[in-house]
């Protein structure tokens, strides 16, 4: 089992920057693909980003070069650094881990951080 933990969600203003962070319980974290999801009101959950114990990493959308993930393994955390917020950017923003065992996936999710980025 992983339990997730996030933080550094809050208020800011359009054109500011949030560093998330996301503290994974276990010793799996070494085998486990880390990412960034978020979910707007009366939307559906989409990738933000992420990032493989070998370190390749996939961004959403037009996210790549505002959105930087990255990950410490020493510290059992992943980061997602944001750059240039917009309004469009408001969500929920919700940890994920993913572990595969023979073809089957198992995803634990966090219990979410808002970001809200005013005008």
């Known amino acids: 089992q992983v339990q997730l933990v996030e933080s550094g969600g809050g208020l800011v203003q359009t054109g500011g920057s949030l560093r998330l962070s996301c503290a994974a319980s276990g010793s799996l974290f070494n085998i486990l693909t880390m990412g960034w999801y978020r979910q707007a009101p009366g939307k559906q959950r989409t990738l933000v980003a992420t990032i493989t114990p070998g370190g390749s990493i996939n961004y959403g959308d037009s996210l790549k070069g505002r959105f930087t993930i990255s990950r410490d393994s020493a510290k059992s955390t992943v980061y997602l650094q944001m750059n240039g917020l917009k309004p469009e950017d408001t969500a929920v923003y919700y940890c994920?881990?993913?572990?595969?065992?023979?073809?089957?996936?198992?995803?634990?999710w966090g219990q979410g951080t808002q970001v809200t980025v005013s005008s």
């Open positions: 994920n881990a993913r572990r595969t065992i023979i073809e089957v996936l198992f995803d634990y």
